[in-house]
């Protein structure tokens, strides 16, 4: 994943919601990419951000 991606939250609570990644914040490679930190700003109309672990999203569409 990576910044401009289209992404769904794996929790129910968020399932429906759609963001953006706009930012990217890696870990080290000891604890695996699945702990890198997202920065997703969702597409709702609030313009909420929050910092989510990329295992924590699905991909939805890809950017170039």
Request: net charge positive; no cysteine; charged share 35%.
């Amino acid at each position: 994943m990576k910044v401009g991606d289209l992404v769904r939250s794996r929790s129910p609570i968020l399932s429906r919601s759609i963001g953006m990644i706009v930012a990217r914040f890696p870990r080290s490679s000891a604890l695996g990419d699945e702990y890198d930190e997202l920065r997703v700003r969702w597409l709702d109309g609030k313009g909420k951000e929050v910092w989510l672990w990329r295992k924590e999203l699905e991909l939805v569409n890809e950017s170039r």
